[in-house]
């Protein structure tokens, strides 16, 4: 609902002169009344709102902070640097989202280092002690 009261009233006014073919209210033809120095109701079409761009859906889909939402024609004409966001994975992951890789490859390689601590710190026994334990199901006599 971004048309103002006015507008809404004036929609259905028998005055306005359209100037194209299609009167109907579509969600690709949203026009906007304006009236003319000459007094005459005309309208504006309004273009449709671009979403922008978004995460991918398998990792939330929410929307990339710091670019504009564009559509498709303005987005291939754009500079590179009003496509992307200055960081790692700029422009396609959120920053929360580029935030937790980095935290669980920080976690990892923690886990790693205290794995190899444990695993130098416990006491190394003689190999082989012990006897040799038998498949059950088969018995070694005949």
């Given at each position: 609902s971004t048309q103002s009261t006015w507008e809404k009233r004036m929609v259905r006014d028998s005055r306005i002169k359209y100037r194209r073919r299609n009167f109907r209210a579509t969600v690709s033809n949203k026009l906007r009344i304006v009236k003319t120095p000459g007094g005459q109701l005309t309208?504006?079409?309004r273009r449709k709102r671009s979403?922008?761009?978004t995460a991918p859906k398998s990792l939330g889909g929410q929307r990339i902070?710091?670019?504009?939402?564009m559509s498709g024609m303005k987005r291939h004409n754009a500079k590179k640097r009003a496509l992307t966001v200055d960081r790692a994975y700029g422009g396609v992951l959120t920053?929360?989202?580029v935030r937790d890789r980095?935290?669980?490859a920080f976690l990892i390689e923690e886990q790693k280092i205290v794995k190899r601590v444990l695993k130098?710190?416990?006491p190394a026994g003689p190999k082989g002690s012990g006897k040799k334990k038998?498949?059950?199901g088969k018995s070694s006599k005949k």
């Open positions: 309208t504006h079409v979403k922008g761009p902070q710091g670019i504009k939402a920053h929360t989202q980095i935290i669980r130098a710190q416990r038998q498949k059950k």
